[in-house]
């Protein structure tokens, strides 16, 4: 593709819901990695994968986040119980190999209400 | 663990002035170390990537360099204009891959 995709560009949840987030990355990128920006902050890593396996997930925050990538193409960032806290913008990136230039998604702005 | 400073939060110049936007990190033991521009409510668009073993790279009006020993690189953008405005990041990829921000540099160039 043209470009690393997401939807929905926005989501707004009532506090405790359950939210999906999808990440498109460029086609025949192996590497994926998922980022959380908070207002007026640079982005913090969440997880990492390389085609279908998940190498990092060091940066998730809590157990109520959990990511996949089962065919090694798309990316499904699930939070679970949503809490006040998880909104953010969520950023995806995607890169040939791990360590080259990670190409950025538009990001999905949840409001956890 | 690496931390990334970027100095200053925010910077406001005239309209064809030659600037310079700093980056520090505290581990010399990086991969690449890229540049990026956010605009507002946007993603990040790439804009110059160095690799550990280069010194600088160039982009048309941008020049960015690195410099391990000291743990800084620099963003120079000459000529700057309007469209310039917007917020710069920097992130290092160390061994383990994953990016490390600062938290940005929020320019605005003033017709």
């Known amino acids: 593709g043209a470009g690393v995709s997401q939807s929905p560009r926005y989501k707004v949840a009532k506090r405790g819901q359950d939210v999906a987030l999808r990440c498109d990355p460029i086609?025949?990128?192996?590497?994926l990695f998922w980022y959380q920006q908070a207002l007026g902050q640079g982005p913090e890593f969440l997880t990492y994968?390389?085609?279908?396996?998940?190498?990092?997930k060091s940066g998730l925050p809590s157990d109520r986040f959990f990511a996949e990538r089962p065919e090694g193409s798309v990316s499904t960032l699930k939070i679970q119980r949503t809490q006040q806290e998880d909104s953010a913008v969520y950023l995806c990136?995607?890169?040939?190999?791990?360590?080259?230039?990670?190409?950025f998604g538009p990001g999905t702005r949840l409001l956890v209400l | 663990k690496q931390e990334v400073t970027q100095i200053p939060a925010a910077l406001s110049v005239p309209e064809g002035e030659n600037l310079v936007l700093n980056c520090s990190f505290t581990?010399?033991?990086?991969?690449?170390l890229q540049w990026f521009r956010q605009d507002p409510g946007k993603g990040l668009t790439s804009l110059l990537l160095?690799?550990?073993?280069?010194r600088e790279q160039t982009s048309g009006r941008l020049n960015a360099s690195l410099d391990k020993s000291s743990g800084r690189s620099t963003l120079y953008i000459a000529a700057s204009q309007p469209g310039d405005s917007a917020t710069y990041l920097c992130?290092?990829?160390?061994?383990?891959?994953?990016?490390?921000f600062g938290s940005g540099t929020q320019l605005t160039v003033l017709p």
């Open positions: 990136a995607s890169s040939e190999l791990g360590g080259g230039a990670q190409y």
């Open positions: 581990d010399s033991a990086i991969y690449n």
């Open positions: 992130a290092d990829s160390g061994s383990a891959r994953q990016l490390t």
């Open positions: 994968f390389q085609n279908e396996a998940q190498l990092d």
């Open positions: 160095i690799q550990s073993s280069q």
């Open positions: 086609s025949g990128h192996v590497s």
